[in-house]
């Protein structure tokens, strides 16, 4: 059973930083392209960012390029959003998702509960 | 930036066939997917690669596409198929990644 475990979302100051985590299991993490999405209070899904199964492809939104990162170690099947220069609009619930398939597929398929990152001062 | 266009709301009595539209210009060449979401849960994917029910979907459930336009019907919509439903696709160049704005589906 493919599980997705987001955690390290908070309370944080507008212009901070913070890492969110993922922790996956049920699959091979490596073979799969993972993706962050995430949903401001009320509101609908925004895609965030995506990162191919073996890290060397990352993909952003353009209202989080150049502040975000993406990233993955698939020796701790782990997918990782480093957020620098929040601000109030960042405000959401982060979901991570596993691709829907293998290879060159970044659709989501599985989907993680979710953490709440604020930010406000 | 791209944009896939949804209706906000879709309204069906129990037992009717519910329609909710996606469009796109790049959905001629890129296939559709489909969420639903219920309230306060994360999202499900209903419809995968326009048309394909993943496991475990009920078989009420089924998208088309055709042009700029792409379509999730669930035939003899139940209660429980309320819910928030989104498309989502890619650009062009596959590069950017979109989810339509989610269309509210009540079933009463």
């Known amino acids: 059973e493919v599980q997705l475990v987001e955690s390290g979302g908070g309370l944080v100051q507008p212009g901070g930083s913070l890492r969110l985590s993922c922790a996956a299991s049920g699959f091979t993490f490596s073979s799969y392209a993972m993706s962050w999405v995430r949903q401001a209070p009320g509101k609908g899904l925004e895609w965030v960012s995506a990162i191919s199964g073996s890290g060397d492809s990352t993909f952003y939104a353009d209202s989080v390029k150049g502040r975000f990162t993406i990233s993955r170690d698939n020796s701790k099947n782990t997918l990782y959003l480093r957020m620098n220069g929040l601000r109030a609009e960042d405000t959401a619930v982060y979901y991570c998702?596993?691709?829907?398939?293998?290879?060159?597929?970044?659709?989501?398929?599985?989907w993680g509960q979710g953490t709440l990152v604020t930010v406000s001062s | 930036s791209y944009e896939l266009t949804q209706p906000p709301s879709v309204s069906v009595s129990p037992g009717q066939t519910a329609r909710i539209t996606c469009s796109g210009d790049?959905?001629?060449?890129?296939?559709v997917y489909w969420y639903q979401q219920k309230s306060g849960q994360a999202p499900v994917l209903v419809i995968s690669e326009d048309s394909k029910r993943p496991s475990g979907i009920p078989e009420r459930f089924s998208g088309s596409s055709s042009g700029t336009m792409a379509t999730l019907t669930i035939s003899g919509a139940q209660v429980e198929d309320e819910a928030d439903y989104y498309c989502y696709s890619t650009d062009s160049s596959g590069n950017h990644r979109v989810f339509g704005g989610g269309t509210k589906l009540t079933v009463l």
């Open positions: 790049a959905l001629p060449k890129k296939y």
């Open positions: 998702a596993k691709a829907y398939c293998g290879g060159d597929c970044y659709s989501p398929g599985d």
